[in-house]
């Protein structure tokens, strides 16, 4: 008998699930959950190039003021975002930023505003499969710094503001009970998500970067959420998270260069 070994079996060949091998993708992957996004971030990238698309992990590679960038949505979930993470690992991703869609659970924060996440609870079950429950989730402090400074600087004059908080990462959408709404509230969670937590994980285990900005979709505090209609100041924050992050990767780089 000879039980295999997935990470000795796939590492640096072209992956299962993501249809990409190394030299597809850049060293930054911005990771939205619906594949619509990734087109969306490609209009962003010069010379930005459908590299595959295959189950729900659609890629575009191009370059943003000369870097390599891709872009991979992960679907909805942690499962099929651990999936898309430690593919992109296999094949040379060296940093990770979720550009997602989240709902507020602080009162203050309107539909459009954006979110940094300087951690998430692991309300889910992949993580599980990684680490002790007690382990935190937190993204890379260095590139969530810089993502933050940027944010706040780009977003100044703008109607949208920053916020910057603590997320839960959650497994079920409609799981979602009033009652467990309100003890998530208490906790001073500033958002819910479905991706982050796993891919901290993630991260943390295999030395890599991940980072976490949302747009706003709806306040679950004041029920104001839309639902039956195309939700235009969400689309408007999809368009601000991903000029954030792309300016983020641009000064990241320069500081990185600086430094040697
Ligand atoms: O818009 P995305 O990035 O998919 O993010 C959010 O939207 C989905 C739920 O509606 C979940 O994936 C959640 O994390
Ligand atoms: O985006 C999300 C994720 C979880 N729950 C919500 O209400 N919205």
Not at 87 to 109: Q, V
Not at 128 to 155: N, Q, S
Not at 157 to 177: L, P, R
Request: with cysteine; hydrophobic share 40%.
């Amino acid at each position: 008998m000879s039980i295999l070994n997935k990470h000795e079996t796939t590492l640096g060949q072209k992956q299962y699930h993501i249809a990409l091998a190394p030299g597809d993708i850049g060293e930054y992957v911005l990771l939205p959950g619906d594949p619509a996004r990734s087109d969306r971030v490609a209009k962003y990238l010069d010379n930005g190039v459908l590299m595959a698309n295959n189950r729900e992990h659609r890629t575009f590679t191009g370059t943003y003021k000369g870097i390599k960038i891709s872009v991979t949505s992960t679907g909805m979930g942690c499962p099929s975002a651990a999936i898309a993470a430690e593919e992109l690992i296999n094949i040379g991703a060296k940093t990770l930023i979720r550009i997602g869609s989240s709902a507020a659970l602080d009162p203050r924060i309107n539909i459009g505003d954006l979110m940094i996440s300087t951690s998430s609870m692991k309300n889910e079950g992949t993580s599980k499969f990684y680490v002790p429950d007690c382990f935190p989730a937190a993204p890379d402090f260095e590139f969530t710094h810089e993502l933050i400074m940027t944010a706040k600087e780009m977003m100044d004059e703008s109607e949208q503001k920053v916020y910057i908080g603590v997320s839960a990462t959650d497994d079920a959408f409609y799981g979602e009970t009033p009652e467990f709404l309100e003890s998530l509230r208490k906790l001073k969670v500033m958002n819910i998500e479905m991706e982050a937590s796993a891919l901290y994980t993630i991260g943390h285990l295999r030395d890599v970067r991940v980072a976490c900005i949302c747009g706003c979709s709806g306040n679950l505090t004041n029920s104001e959420v839309i639902y039956t209609k195309k939700n235009e100041r969400l689309a408007e924050a999809w368009d601000k998270e991903i000029q954030v992050v792309l300016e983020t990767i641009a000064r990241f780089e320069e500081a990185k260069k600086a430094k040697k």
